[in-house]
């Protein structure tokens, strides 16, 4: 098994992205999304961060917080996968729901923050759920548009920034 190194920096955003138990898109459905987001708001309550940027999709998530300097983000993403499937268990639904393991990468400066950002929001077009991020209901995308960070028809083409990037 591969040794895998994690780095908790205090005050560095961090991305995560979670992935489904091979690939199985159990979050196409509108309520196991909701189901989803509602078990990242209660691990908030038991691991204080700020939530910055997600999307969901129906086989995985990207996420971007910061946690709280006592805040251990291994510990938000082990809560909120384990209360999504407690959650999910009780609606009848059996587990596992989530690859054991999952990816993230401290946010180094700005233009490192900007390309995640980029990659959340632009994340249902390159999977072709939609033809541009606003269309998209289940991402944090129309908040960054209410914000004056882009225009609402932005990410209809892939932006340079991401177009190298691969992080699924």
Same mark, same amino acid.
């Given at each position: 098994? =591969?040794?895998?190194?994690?780095?908790? $920096?205090?005050?560095? =955003?961090?991305?995560?992205?979670l992935? %489904?138990?091979?690939?199985?898109? &159990?979050m196409?459905?509108?309520? #196991?999304? /909701?189901? %989803?987001?509602?078990?990242?708001?209660?691990?908030?309550?038991?691991?204080?961060?700020?939530? $910055?940027?997600?999307?969901i999709?129906?086989?995985?998530?990207?996420?971007?917080?910061?946690?709280?300097?006592? %805040?251990?983000? *291994?510990?938000?993403?082990? *809560?909120?996968?384990?209360?999504v499937? &407690? #959650?999910?268990?009780? +609606?009848?639904? !059996?587990?596992?729901? &989530?690859?054991?393991?999952?990816?993230?990468?401290?946010?180094r400066?700005?233009?490192?923050?900007?390309?995640?950002?980029?990659? $959340?929001?632009?994340?249902?077009?390159?999977?072709?759920?939609?033809?541009? =991020?606003?269309?998209?209901?289940? !991402? *944090?995308?129309?908040?960054?548009?209410?914000?004056?960070?882009?225009?609402?028809? &932005?990410? !209809?083409?892939?932006?340079? *920034?991401?177009? /190298?990037?691969? +992080?699924?």
């Amino acid at each position: 098994m =591969p040794n895998y190194r994690r780095y908790y $920096i205090t005050g560095q =955003p961090v991305f995560v992205t979670l992935i %489904t138990r091979d690939r199985w898109p &159990w979050m196409a459905d509108d309520a #196991r999304v /909701q189901t %989803t987001i509602d078990s990242m708001r209660w691990a908030k309550t038991k691991y204080p961060f700020r939530h $910055i940027a997600h999307v969901i999709l129906h086989d995985h998530l990207h996420w971007m917080l910061l946690p709280n300097p006592e %805040t251990n983000f *291994s510990k938000v993403v082990a *809560s909120t996968k384990r209360d999504v499937t &407690w #959650r999910l268990k009780e +609606l009848g639904f !059996s587990p596992p729901f &989530w690859q054991d393991r999952f990816y993230d990468h401290v946010i180094r400066d700005e233009d490192d923050f900007n390309r995640h950002l980029d990659y $959340i929001h632009f994340n249902p077009v390159k999977h072709g759920y939609v033809s541009r =991020p606003a269309d998209y209901r289940w !991402s *944090s995308f129309s908040e960054w548009v209410r914000r004056g960070v882009y225009d609402a028809d &932005w990410g !209809s083409i892939e932006p340079d *920034s991401i177009r /190298q990037m691969n +992080l699924e």
